[in-house]
């Protein structure tokens, strides 16, 4: 990996700092591919160019972050994508699957958080934790007991965020940014406890 919500449904919610109205949160469709990829590959960058070579990054984000390879993960009915809105622009996402966890973690419906970006300039705003509260609802939704991720050893700010949620440590695995294999810290929550979700 690197906010209440009804599915389908958007939500309005508050950009703490930039606005006080006008942050909504809904699954995405067909037609938001393109602005999706240009979001996740910025994002991308933003986090984790600094301490990656160019080579790599440019490979990670060729073959992950496309506009086809975002209108193919929306299409997949064991995928879900949020997208969150500011004045009718995206400033956060956050994908979600349903696909075979690691045996690092303990669960009979296991829910993975693959991707959960803010753009740069709403950090600390609280778009973030919005974006984790739908994402828990949605793995809710879905009945998974157990919601996990992965994030790179080298980012506290991330790990910091995940344990505010609840999330603890369970394992690792290999994560690949181009041609470098990367240390991933597992985390891992119940997804029904709702003392492990601030507000």
């Known amino acids: ?5 009804n599915c389908g449904t958007m939500r309005p919610a ?12 809904r699954r995405a469709h067909h037609h938001d591919a393109k602005e999706l990829s240009m979001l996740a590959e910025r994002t991308f960058r933003d986090a984790f160019a600094p301490m990656n070579t160019a080579e790599d990054m440019d490979l990670h984000c060729r073959t992950n972050y496309s506009e086809a390879l975002q209108l193919q993960e929306i299409s997949n009915p064991n995928r879900v994508t949020l997208l ?5 622009k995206l400033v956060g996402f956050g994908q979600l699957r349903w696909d ?4 690092c973690v303990v669960a009979a419906v ?4 693959q991707r959960l970006y803010v753009a740069s300039h709403c950090h600390g705003t609280g778009v973030g934790r919005d974006i984790m509260n739908a994402c828990i609802d949605e793995m809710s939704s879905h009945r998974s007991d157990v919601v996990w991720l992965g994030v790179w050893e080298r980012n506290p700010r991330a790990i910091a965020f995940y344990r505010k949620f609840g999330f603890v440590e369970v ?3 290999a994560f ?4 470098e294999a990367q240390r991933d810290i597992i985390m891992a929550r ?3 406890d709702p003392t492990l979700v601030p507000r």
């Open 1 to 5: 990996m690197r906010g209440m919500m």
């Open 14 to 25: 508050t950009l703490r700092g930039v606005t006080e109205v006008g942050l909504t949160i």
């Open 84 to 88: 969150c809105e500011h004045a009718g």
């Open 100 to 103: 075979k966890a690691p045996s």
């Open 110 to 113: 296991p829910g993975e958080i």
């Open 171 to 173: 394992g690792e695995h």
């Open 176 to 179: 690949s940014l181009g041609r």
């Open 190 to 192: 119940p997804v029904t």
